[in-house]
């Protein structure tokens, strides 16, 4: 079963979600301070957290900071409805997803099976761990760069394994997939996410900045992924598919 964990000071919401999730087949532990979260990671491997902004004591983007500097877990923040800087600071902190408060919990389950399926975390019936050959390999190569999409691996020109959160990998693959085709916001997050825009969403402008900073040769001046003026970004490299 897939374990997720609770960070919120709120016991009700957590008392909530702890039912809701139990019924739709997860293990669910709670955390209310940074502390707890730490022991709670320790007493079990969690495969996801929901990570509220305002805690007490170390906040929701410290943690989250911590917990993307230690971990590969994906995230998903709760902030205050109406916080689009809060939203975009989770999401530069490393952040998969965020949603607002007040939230549908039926909202909450598709970007919790959402973030699972892109972070490949979501668990299996087979009752044996699936071997290589059982897998397709697919490797798109570009400007020196290697994408292992089966197992979600970025390789560097020098031959270094890159740091990618799912959300990178997903929206550098929608770049992929598309070469040299201009790209509008709404087309990538539909492409990256699944989902569309708010009219105040930044988040692929967020993400964008992020694939730069670890991939270009100057973020400031980006050769891979290109600004268009009023159309969007555009990958401006051949890839190759083997």
């Given amino acids: 079963m897939t374990h997720v964990l609770i960070v919120d000071d709120d016991p009700e919401i957590c008392a909530l979600l702890t039912q809701f999730l139990t019924g739709q087949g997860y293990t669910v532990a709670t955390a209310g301070d940074g502390d707890t ?40 923040m709760l902030t205050a409805m109406g916080s689009e800087t809060d939203r975009v600071v989770g999401l530069e902190m490393g952040a998969d997803d965020y949603l607002a408060k007040p939230f549908s919990t039926r909202e909450l389950l598709a970007r ?35 994408l292992d999409v089966s197992r979600r691996r970025l390789t560097s020109p020098d031959g270094v394994l890159a740091e990618i959160t799912s959300g990178e990998f997903d929206l550098l693959l929608a770049f992929l997939r598309h070469p040299h085709q201009v790209l509008s916001r709404d ?49 401006t490299v051949d890839v190759k598919y083997s």
């Fill in 187 to 235: 087309q990538l997050l539909d492409l990256a996410r699944g989902r569309v825009s708010g009219p105040f969403d930044r988040t692929i402008d967020v993400q964008v900045g992020r694939l730069r900073r670890k991939m270009e040769t100057d973020p400031k001046t980006p050769e891979l992924f290109k600004t268009v003026r009023g159309g969007g970004y555009v990958l």
């Fill in 37 to 76: 979260m730490r022991q709670a990671l320790v007493n079990e491997a969690a495969d996801l957290v929901i990570l509220d902004l305002m805690l007490p004591g170390e906040d929701g983007l410290s943690l989250c900071r911590h917990l993307r500097a230690t971990t590969s877990l994906p995230i998903i």
């Fill in 112 to 146: 919790i099976r959402a973030v699972l399926r892109r972070a490949g975390q979501m668990m299996q019936s087979a009752p044996r761990e699936p071997t290589p050959a059982d897998e397709p390999v697919e490797i798109l190569e570009f400007s020196g760069w290697h």
